[in-house]
């Protein structure tokens, strides 16, 4: 299998639930990326890592919290979302993590938080 | 308002028809990224660049720096082009990261 692949495609889920979505690239990049899109807003980028290392947490509440176990597996943990969590959950990767190298996007998660 | 804008926001158009599709931008960038999302959510990416102009088959992308401005253009459209265009700049100051614009909804009918 090539490219980004998420797991799963669609999830809804209550507010006092813990679940959690996957993200596995086959590219042999070192860049992984969590990226939200909700309805009417722009792509916001959530977390960065590189080398499995955590390089950007763009201000985004501890109900996510991403882990990266190597450098093609990329997992967010969710727990006690609110509904406005609800969106599209978008994983990427790249040789590079600095927005200069092509991403390479998967199919995303689409979430609805009841 | 949003550090990146594109226009229009909405485009129908029918099949042939030469497309352009705008991106301003109001701030320092090292880079430019041009991408598409199908429905069903898919995003590829189709230009990154700094400068200049780039063509891959009937897209076009041209930036200039000076002006702060980005077009994409697609030339003799087709029904498979209909998708979401998403400009998104990485910033030259601060952390590198890309932000992206609100996106333009693009429909070719045939």
């Known amino acids: 299998e090539t490219g980004v692949t998420q797991t799963p495609r669609h999830l809804v889920m209550g507010m006092t639930n813990k679940k959690s979505l996957k993200c596995e690239q086959h590219l042999g990049h070192n860049a992984m990326y969590w990226y939200k899109q909700s309805a009417k807003k722009p792509l916001e980028l959530m977390f960065v890592y590189n080398f499995k290392e955590q390089t950007e947490n763009n201000s985004v509440p501890s109900r996510f919290s991403p882990e990266c176990p190597n450098s093609s597996h990329l997992f967010l943990h969710l727990h006690t979302l609110q509904p406005e969590d609800s969106a599209l959950y978008l994983c990427a990767s790249s040789q590079v993590p600095d927005g200069t190298d092509t991403q390479y996007f998967g199919p995303g998660t689409r979430l609805t938080v009841l | 308002k949003n550090e990146v804008e594109q226009s229009p926001q909405n485009l129908t158009a029918q099949e042939g028809e030469f497309i352009t599709i705008n991106c301003s931008y109001s701030v320092g960038i090292s880079a430019l990224h041009w991408l598409q999302q199908h429905p069903g959510g898919g995003i590829v990416s189709l230009f990154m660049?700094?400068?200049g102009k780039k063509k891959h088959g009937r897209l076009i992308a041209t930036i200039n720096i000076q002006e702060k401005h980005s077009s994409l253009h697609i030339t003799a459209s087709h029904p498979r082009d209909s998708a979401v265009y998403i400009c998104a700049v990485l910033l030259i100051q601060g952390a590198q990261k890309l932000v992206f614009g609100q996106g333009t909804r693009l429909t070719i009918n045939p």
């Open positions: 660049l700094s400068s």
